[in-house]
């Protein structure tokens, strides 16, 4: 495995053991994965840039898990399968790492806060959709496209 993967596996582990945080964040998810592999006082400089390299590989899992427009990144196909996630984010400022909260500790403003966000999102997939529609209608009366797939 390498040391990629090990940290990977690292930030999945912490993750799963606060599994019962109302709120999660990277920077306390990196933490605790420092901490895990901290056998021994880091100089300072060095635990600065560990921490924040470790905040971004946190931020990317938990967008991955609970972001839906990172959907198409991730896999996370079930995240529109009509099932609801077990976390939310919650509305903080550009400056501040993003937060992702139980769903059941949401409170109603932030519930209608990521209705309004996945509402946002459905709308600009499905223009999205219906311009390429168009393009490719569009195309195929100029008889430009051929009937053959494309691997």
């Known amino acids: 495995m390498s040391l990629h993967e090990e940290i990977v596996e690292a930030i999945h582990i912490e993750l799963e053991k606060m599994g019962d945080a109302e709120c999660l964040g990277p920077t306390s998810l990196a933490i605790a994965v420092q901490q895990r592999f ?34 198409a990144d991730s896999g996370q196909n079930e995240m529109f399968s009509g099932n609801l996630q077990d976390r939310y984010p919650i509305k903080v400022s550009k400056k501040e790492d993003p937060i992702y909260k139980l769903r059941a500790a949401l409170s109603h403003d932030e519930a209608a806060w990521n209705i309004k966000r996945l509402r946002q999102s459905a709308r600009a997939r499905m223009e999205h959709a219906d311009a390429l529609q168009a393009w490719d209608d569009g195309r195929a009366d100029l008889g430009k496209v051929d009937d053959i797939d494309q691997p």
Do not use: V
């Open 38 to 71: 901290n056998g021994r006082e880091i100089e300072p400089h060095i635990k600065y840039t560990s921490l924040e390299h470790l905040k971004q590989m946190s931020r990317r899992i938990l967008r991955g898990q609970f972001e839906p427009e990172s959907e």
